[in-house]
């Protein structure tokens, strides 16, 4: 009776650690295969031992480092198409400024000027010319002049005044004072009767010649204070004119963009600048060869007072030279 009860317990107990071992079994079976990233997580272990990152998605071989789609999957089309707009949009920018830059400027505004605006740039063409005309004519007759002042050491060198008259060429204006004063002499001494006083007689006539070399220094200067006052005020109504004609332009066209506006006004304006050019060098020559015909007068005023004390007193000119 007792060895069938142990028996018994033997056998029950045998069949509770059997049920425990296939339980655990089945359990790690169960584990294995409902846990993937588990797997997974083992088979990204570094291989220099170190841990992975918790949470961390399998890596694909074919992904980019950026982000962005590998390259066998990226369409060129659609990579070219955005550089090709980019392309075409500056190629297009470059020639609309060019052809601004190519539909203004003076050719454009002669063409497109009507007969005020033309009739307005010919004569501010004509001021330059006559301006540098009257300029460099004018340069070369002082300098004549300055270089004949040179030679009045060389007059005084002379023997007599007849003598010194060769040191001048025949249109030499000193000359020509030289000359006057002589004939001066002989004429007040050939006249009888009632006469003034020789020195007073030889004064005016050596005044006489000294302002008719003055007289002909000032010619041209009227021309180059005239245009410098009056081609500012030229140019200014070219301007205006030329604006009112591109606002009716514009007015009547309906389109008031800046594109439309700039161009004609733009335009006009060069009116304005052609009229300070030629207005500019006026000024300053005019400035500048009143100077220099200072300097000129001054030396004809000495060298004819030297003409009228050796001919009224017999004392040698030039003295002060």
């Known amino acids: 009776m007792k060895a ?4 018994f317990f033997v056998l029950q107990l ?16 169960d584990a294995t ?10 088979a990204s272990v570094a291989p220099d031992g170190s841990a992975p990152v918790d949470g961390a998605a399998p890596v694909d071989p074919n992904a980019s480092v950026d982000g962005s789609l590998p390259t066998d999957q990226v369409d060129p089309a659609a990579v070219d198409t955005p ?61 004549v002049l300055l270089n004949q002042a040179k030679l009045t050491r060389k007059f005084w060198d002379s023997k007599d005044l007849n003598d010194g008259l060769n040191t001048y060429k025949a249109n030499s204006a000193f000359r020509s004072v030289a ?3 002589i004939l001066a002499a002989k004429q007040h001494a050939s006249r009888q009767g009632d006469k003034i006083d020789f020195p007073e007689w030889m004064g005016v006539q050596l005044q006489r010649s000294v302002e008719r070399v003055t007289a002909q220094l000032q010619t041209g200067l009227s021309v180059l204070a005239t245009i410098g006052s009056t081609s500012p005020f030229v140019g200014l ?20 963009s800046i594109d439309k506006v700039a161009g004609p006004v733009g335009e006009a304006l060069i009116m304005t600048a052609i009229g300070l050019g030629v207005a500019v060098p006026a000024v300053l020559g005019y400035n500048w060869l ?23 007193m017999g004392v040698r000119g030039g003295q002060n030279d």
């Open 4 to 7: 069938k009860i142990s028996s």
């Open 14 to 29: 045998a069949l509770l650690v059997g049920a425990q071992t296939f339980a655990t079994s089945s359990f790690a079976q």
């Open 33 to 42: 295969a409902t846990d993937p990233a588990a797997v997974t997580q083992d």
């Open 83 to 143: 550089v090709d707009d980019a392309s075409n949009a500056a190629s297009a920018a470059e020639s609309a400024t060019a052809e601004a830059a190519h539909g203004f400027g003076l050719k454009e505004l002669w063409a497109q000027g009507d007969p005020v605006a033309r009739g307005t740039l010919i004569i501010m063409v004509i001021m330059s010319a006559a301006t540098w005309y009257v300029l460099v004519t004018k340069l070369i007759q002082q300098q």
């Open 179 to 181: 000359e006057d004063g």
């Open 237 to 256: 109504f070219g301007t205006v004119w030329g604006i009112y004609n591109a606002l009716i332009a514009i007015g009547l066209s309906g389109q008031a």
């Open 290 to 312: 009143v100077r220099r015909n200072r300097v000129i007068v001054d030396n004809l005023r000495t060298f004819s007072a030297d003409i009228h004390a050796q001919l009224t």
